[in-house]
């Protein structure tokens, strides 16, 4: 099954420099440490002279939890910020245009500019969507601040609840698109694809949901993929959201203004930023996104955070909690797949 050891050294390998920290494909490892959905990594980028092509790699999809492709442009999103904050950490500022992105191809041009060495930027291989029971303690209104200053990018609205009411409120829908989600067969399946229930599993794929990183035990590949529909049962697992989110110190819901691939890579950028900055104050953060991927619970879910007629985005719990381990990531080398101009 592989060693937890082997796999620290495994992931300090895919966090670390390059050896020209100054190069393109330096800021595509960057742009690889995003959040993404199931942890797919569902991109791929071309290299040329000062740009870098990100591209939508269709063939890690996830249909059944999302079968508009919504979180997979989120995703872009993400990397498309982290990209633009190393740009400018190595003096370089990225330009794009995000209309673009409606054929799932975006093009990152980079200018020569000042150096911007952001907290944001030293946070993005410490970053990670920590999937475990957090303390319960508050996060000050002076962070709550930076962490909304942070996030902010034009086209998105951003919900912060930590008034305890209201985030029972959205617990309920948590549990019952949780629910929705386990009793379906297809989205069990999907899941399991998607799982790697070992250290050698994870390193050898370099993606998915590596099962320590969740807080479960390690076993070989084929005793979960047995064993798996046994204990992935509805009962515990609303029991587990249900101590994450009253652990927490609040909740964010990201709202974009429209429905669109562009809008759902800003929402991908806003979170990004949203993610780094927490990361920078040592407050934790983890998706629970089920009222927003199982459709009926999204019209619930605009209301209770006060903008109807929207489709909420994602919904993020944050709070101060211990790390657990990174999820893996695919090299640079594999996911680069020609240097040209572009």
Excluded at 4 to 23: G, H, N, V
Excluded at 218 to 226: F, R
């Amino acid at each position: 099954m592989g060693s937890m050891r082997e796999y620290a050294a495994f992931i300090a390998a895919t966090r670390a420099p390059l050896a020209d920290p100054a190069s393109m494909y330096d800021l595509v490892r960057f742009a690889t440490l995003a959040a993404n959905g199931h942890n797919t990594q569902p991109w791929r980028f071309g290299i040329g002279t000062n740009q870098v092509l990100m591209i939508a790699d269709v063939a890690r999809r996830t249909p059944v939890v999302d079968p508009d492709d919504h979180h997979l442009f989120v995703s872009l999103g993400c990397a498309l910020e982290n990209l633009s904050i190393a740009g400018a950490a190595r003096g370089f500022h990225a330009e794009s245009n995000l209309h673009d992105a409606e054929q799932g191809r975006l093009a990152v041009h980079f200018k020569p500019g000042p150096r911007e060495n952001s907290p944001l930027f030293e946070a993005i291989p410490r970053r990670q969507s920590t999937r475990g029971v957090y303390d319960g303690r508050p996060v000050s209104e002076a962070d709550l601040r930076l962490l909304l200053g942070a996030a902010r990018v034009p086209g998105v609205d951003i919900v912060v609840i930590t008034e305890r009411q209201m985030m029972e409120k959205i617990l309920e829908l948590i549990i019952e698109g949780n629910t929705a989600q386990i009793e379906d067969a297809s989205f069990v399946r999907e899941l399991k694809d998607w799982i790697r229930f070992n250290p050698r599993s994870a390193m050898q794929k370099g993606d998915g949901l590596f099962s320590a990183s969740t807080g479960s035990p390690i076993v070989p590949t084929w005793l979960g993929s047995l064993f798996f529909g046994q204990f992935f049962r509805v009962d515990s697992e609303n029991k587990k959201y249900v101590n994450q989110v009253r652990s927490s110190a609040g909740l964010a819901v990201f709202v974009s203004e429209r429905e669109d691939k562009e809008s759902w890579i800003r929402v991908g950028r806003s979170s990004q930023r949203f993610a780094l900055q927490a990361t920078a104050l040592g407050v934790r953060h983890a998706f629970v996104n089920q009222p927003v991927e199982v459709h009926r619970f999204r019209a619930p879910l605009a209301g209770i955070v006060g903008l109807p007629n929207r489709r909420p985005d994602l919904v993020m719990r944050f709070g101060y909690g211990p790390a657990l381990p990174f999820s893996p990531r695919r090299s640079v080398a594999a996911l680069v797949e020609h240097e040209s101009a572009i």
